[in-house]
C-alpha cells in the first residue's frame, strides 16, 4: 500500500505497516476483550473477565499445581476461575494428549457437551489445541457454590513451543458466564 493510497483509505502508513504485523509468521498474539485483564505464564497468555470481578490471585494464595489463576467471588463464595496448569502431565507430545490427560481430570460428576480442535495464536509449531465444554455440579468445597450448583466450564489443552503441555480452564456458576464470552476466553490464549 503507497502512502497515497493510505491517506486516500484514511488509514496511516504506519498503521497500515501494524496491520501486517504478524501475517503470515505464525507469531500473531490473540486479542483480549475490552475490560479484561490477562494472566501471563512462561507458556501461554490468556485473557479473564477483569470487568465482571474477576482477580488474579497471588502466587502465594494458589494451589502448587497451578500457574496463574484469576477468581470471581461474590459473599466469600468462588463463583468463577480462570487456571491454568502447566506440565500437568507426563508423555504428552500433542493437543490430543493433553486434552485426554486434561479431560480425564474434568471429574466423574460432569457431562462434556462438545469437544473440538481449534488453532490458537502463537508460534506454528503450537497452536494446536483442542477445546472441552462441559457441565458440573459444585461439590460445596473450598469455598465453591452449594453442593449441587450447575457450574459450566471450557478447558483448553495443548502442548507449548517447547514440548511442555498445558491446560487453561474456565470454571463458573451456569449461565453467569454466556457463549460468547466461553468464546472469547478461548480466542484470548496465546501460545509461546
Do not use: H
Amino acid at each position: 500500500m503507497t502512502a497515497t493510497t493510505a491517506a486516500v483509505m484514511g488509514v496511516s502508513v504506519m498503521g497500515a505497516a501494524l496491520l501486517l504485523t504478524g501475517c503470515g509468521d505464525g507469531q500473531d498474539t490473540a486479542s483480549v476483550p475490552e475490560g479484561w485483564g490477562t494472566l501471563e505464564t512462561r507458556s501461554l497468555s490468556v485473557g479473564y473477565p477483569k470487568s465482571e470481578g474477576y482477580a488474579e490471585q497471588p502466587a502465594a494464595e494458589r494451589a502448587k499445581s497451578n500457574a496463574a489463576v484469576a477468581l470471581q467471588q461474590k459473599d466469600g463464595i468462588r463463583t468463577g476461575m480462570v487456571s491454568v496448569q502447566l506440565d500437568f502431565a507426563t508423555g504428552v507430545s500433542d493437543a490430543a494428549g493433553a486434552a485426554a490427560a486434561a479431560g480425564a481430570g474434568i471429574g466423574m460428576n460432569s457431562t462434556r457437551r462438545a469437544t473440538e480442535d481449534v488453532r490458537l495464536a502463537g508460534p506454528d509449531d503450537a497452536r494446536e489445541a483442542r477445546r472441552i465444554d462441559y457441565d458440573f455440579t459444585a461439590d460445596g468445597q473450598d469455598d465453591t457454590p452449594n453442593v449441587g450448583t450447575p457450574m459450566t466450564g471450557v478447558l483448553v489443552a495443548g502442548v507449548d513451543s517447547k514440548g511442555v503441555p498445558f491446560v487453561v480452564r474456565l470454571n463458573a456458576v451456569k449461565d453467569a458466564v454466556d457463549a460468547e464470552d466461553l468464546d472469547a476466553f478461548v480466542e484470548s490464549i496465546t501460545v509461546k
